[in-house]
């Protein structure tokens, strides 16, 4: 199989990889370097739990090839450790099986810092890039709700 | 490889071109293989001779990395001769319907098993209480309806996957995203031979599972690829397309239901014919068919009930459980004919349901008596319900021209038709520092049932839950075996277990304090990690003082390392009668009311979730946020089952619909507002009295949406999924 090696900035570490130019970005991190956050859900950008975050803003990791995240900057569900968002979910009980959460938690992560001021519409629009089968819905936006309100 | 075809003869497989590809170890096909199925050994764990689903596995191969694999399957030929393909379960039983099975009569299967030979019938299951015709004699007003609801699925976000390993002693590792592990190391013993203590199989936190992990298929597959490739560790993980099509989904069902009642509104006689879409194999269908029958008049008394529920075989894929387990379909049917009678009767639909609610003294469709501990309070529910719905309001209040608000309700029981063998147990070890470790096979599928074993561990042994650490992890091996983490039965089964394993640690605890502290066990009692003297608290030991044993000062050691066990299995229940169904099915029925009010659009027939409403006899909450939120996330599942989801299948029986792009679970901005109240009638026998919870919310929504949306548009709605185009269906079909 043809390829070659890449470079990588992940959760603040650098990674020397071997790739193939059609391996997902996705299929590269959760491979390659043990951050197993982001989730295979349906490798076609429907359900959004492969979200990661690429220099601030959430990407559908199984939507972008690894090539095109060479040199970025890559945060993982474990890049976000200890944040306040992530203790929300806790909080709130914002998640069942936890199967979606890494998704939700990147991309709230990202609501907050680049729309502290979301409204209900953003948020919805926002938020509807991702599929949680087991809760309602009512505890991620508790969740959500209770860091926006801290950063307002 | 999956099949291209519904229904079709497998005329030649060739792999001779795959197998060259580098980096392949091994193509497996059906040839030789053992039958399998849970109760019924109808399914070859890969097809062979023919194929009966789209989406069938004709085909794995087993290759270095998934990218080979991908290239070798597409050189891998099959040769199909397609077949005619049955599409529904009513299609299915008419004679000269083309046959999905030839060798029904002659398949290896359980006592209780019942399939009609030369049909698709895989089985039936009876059940004969009173006399119809006595009923029919005491009753004034009657109707009739037939039901169909399309097989859909369980979707969860993680889809399945198992890995698998031969080691040279012939031991299988099998490590997966299961909702039964002990099943599957039951099963594997049971297809495959393979001596029970030589199966090991390991299940990590599960990513969803709502029965749809309860069946067996992935691991099968799993150890077949690896015996194909000598042994070698072999991962399968399925595509989402595959998650769907492919791996067990959740039945449809077609229902004919018959009332007859008096004109006060007594029920007095039911008759019931249910056909359970058991899809190609019958595996988890024919125990669906008979929890459709033991439960099938809903939570109401009636004293002459006849059913038959049929397991029929259809060119779709085979289900697994899903939440409710054949309950919200048996609903969906039953809650609907009690609004057309409520309709014909002219009455109250809630007055009707509560006259009807079963009550302590009275008997189920399977002629037990139940009690306050076994049935619960469903008349209460009601009330609730009642109030919280606003019920006063009306059922339909026009807004505007356009625009209706709308309520519908309908109620509902479960049991749970676990075998009566099955069992649980737990562990506690104890830390040296006197905290606890706690093992139970529970798997965490998402439900949190792990947080409140703890919960109940703590209690029992008055410890700070901060001090018990819980293994999330199942190892066949070395944890104690709770059959299946399904049927809302964790927290009464491996909650009574835990408690058991409790106290057997704090009578070990207490035996040693009482050397050290010269006191009968009897004086003695437990709180804080503490062992003490009843009647003086501040004579005692801490935990970690004993939980290794305890020293004395020259050095003599007396105990040992605590080790508490429990397990627990159900009592009394019984198989049903073949004949008449008589007997004890389960623990308990948990009941409850719903309701949901919508705003429904008279000119495009869309329509709005307003709010959705649950109040169920939860028996005791203990845990109140958790409680909640399984509600409200059944609610909401059962609301996109009602509203959206099904399997779309062309003419050929091929399903359209394979992706979450058009199977669409509901997504975030459409959530709708949930309440969720509890009554508290205690199930006796379980911890605390706490009743199953893990379904309930869903089962009876998509009969109150049903019910909703049939006042809104002046029709019965006799189908799911409620979409505006069905709803334009019938209402075109009208004009
Ligand atoms: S796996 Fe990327 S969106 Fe589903
Ligand atoms: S918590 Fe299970 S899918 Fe969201």
Redesign the pocket.
Known sequence: MTGRAAHFHINGEEYNIYIRNADTLLYVIRGKTGFTGAKPGCLNGDCGACTVIVNGWPVKSCLMLAVEAEGEEIITAEGLHGSEIQKAFVKYFA???????PGYIMNCQTLITQYPEADRNKIKEWLDSNI????SYEEIEQALYSVLRQHR | MLSKFAHAEIDSISTDRAMKIPGVRGVLTGEGLPLTGEEMKDRPPVAWGKVRYHGEVTAVVIADDPVTAAKAANLVEINYKPLPVVQTPSEAVKENAPLVHENTGIYEKDEGVNPIPGTNIASHTKIRKGSIQRGREESEVTIEESFFIPPSDHAA?ETRSAAAEVKPDGKVIITTSSQAPFMVKKLMNSYFGIELGKVVVHTPLV??GYGGKASVQQEILAYLASMKAGGRPVKIVYPREADLITAPCHMGMEATIKLWATRDGKLKAAEIQYLVEAGAYSDKAIHLTRAAAIDCTGPYFIENVWCDSYCVYTNHPYPAPYRGFSHSEVHFCFERAMDILAGKLNMDPLELRFRNAIRPGQTTPTQYKVNRSTVGDLPECIRRLKKLIRWEEGAVVRINERQLKVKGISCLWKNSTIPPDSTSGAIITFNEDGTANLISGVVEI?TGTKTVLAQIVAETLKMDINNIFVRMEIDTQTTPEHWKTVASRGTLMGGRAAMAAAEDAARQLKAIASCVLRARIEDLDIADSRVFIREEPDKGLHFKDIAYGYTFPNGNSIGGQIIGRGNYILRNLTHIDKETGKGKPGPEWAVGAQGVEIQFDCRDYTYKLIRAISVLDAGKVLNWKAARGQVTGAMSMGLAFAGREAFIFDKEGRIMNPQLRTYRPLHFSEKTEYIVDFVETPHVDAPFGARGLGEQGLISLPAALGNAISAAIELQVTSLPLTPETIWRMKEAER
């Open positions: 998640f069942q099986c936890g199967y979606c959460t949680c089968r087991c809760t | 976000m990513g969803g998402g």
